[in-house]
């Protein structure tokens, strides 16, 4: 598999095989999705569920590579927030990100990513499951409110399973909403659908 992401040639690849360089990618100015599937809208963020580059570029090449990340555990995996498209040469999509994975050296760099949906996808989930797992080593804590700040009203354990009320949209974000009415993030690295 080759560090891009999609190591096949199939029009939805992720990774091309051209060196050519930035200025033969056009770059969308819609603040919104574009037209090409699968996508995920500007601001909100994507995690890598397979090994993925990030480049300098929308053309994936070895010499355009910033930083390779590895495959990781479901609670490691690489998060980013989408700031923009791009198209490779051959018109495949690329994701404009910024790294927040905030423990990384790699946290704020800025590059371009694959948008396969077989390699990245949205790190919250977008539907209300009955049941939730805490998988995150260091637990979940519960909020009043949905912007998640303020003073904990409890913290759970990991493998604390929690029954889900609904789910709710913050900002870019999303949280679910307990039986009690507490807000928890429904961010995939910290909790598992049961």
Same mark, same amino acid.
Do not use: C, W
């Given at each position: 598999?080759?560090?891009?992401?999609?190591?096949?040639?199939?029009?939805? &690849?992720?990774?091309?095989?051209?060196?050519?360089?930035?200025?033969?990618?056009?770059?969308?100015?819609?603040?919104?999705?574009?037209?090409?599937?699968?996508?995920?809208?500007?601001g909100?963020?994507?995690?890598?569920?397979?090994?993925?580059?990030?480049?300098?570029?929308?053309?994936?090449?070895?010499?355009?590579?910033?930083?390779?990340?590895?495959?990781?555990?479901?609670?490691?995996?690489?998060?980013?927030?989408?700031t923009?498209?791009?198209?490779?040469?051959?018109?495949?999509?690329?994701?404009?990100?910024?790294?927040?994975?905030?423990?990384?050296?790699?946290?704020?760099?800025?590059?371009y990513?694959?948008?396969?949906?077989?390699?990245?996808?949205?790190?919250?989930?977008?539907?209300?499951?009955?049941?939730?797992?805490?998988?995150?080593?260091?637990g979940?804590?519960?909020?009043?409110?949905? &912007?998640?700040?303020?003073k904990?009203?409890?913290?759970?354990?990991?493998?604390?399973?929690?029954?889900?009320?609904?789910?709710?949209?913050?900002?870019?974000?999303?949280?679910?909403?307990?039986?009690?009415?507490?807000?928890?993030?429904?961010?995939?690295?910290?909790?598992?659908?049961?």
């Open positions: 598999m080759k560090p891009g992401g999609g190591g096949n040639s199939s029009s939805n &690849s992720s990774s091309t095989n051209t060196s050519s360089s930035s200025s033969s990618a056009s770059e969308s100015s819609t603040a919104d999705k574009p037209a090409t599937q699968p996508v995920a809208v500007k909100e963020a994507v995690y890598a569920t397979k090994a993925i580059g990030l480049y300098q570029t929308p053309n994936f090449t070895k010499a355009t590579r910033k930083h390779f990340y590895a495959k990781e555990s479901r609670t490691k995996r690489p998060q980013f927030v989408v923009g498209y791009a198209q490779s040469k051959n018109g495949t999509l690329r994701y404009k990100v910024r790294d927040v994975n905030h423990t990384k050296t790699t946290d704020k760099l800025r590059g990513i694959t948008a396969n949906k077989a390699y990245v996808e949205s790190t919250y989930y977008q539907s209300t499951p009955k049941r939730i797992k805490v998988v995150s080593r260091h979940l804590n519960a909020y009043k409110t949905a &912007s998640l700040t303020g904990s009203q409890r913290h759970y354990t990991r493998g604390t399973v929690l029954k889900v009320k609904a789910v709710k949209s913050y900002h870019l974000a999303n949280r679910f909403v307990l039986p009690n009415g507490h807000y928890v993030s429904a961010n995939k690295v910290l909790v598992i659908k049961k």
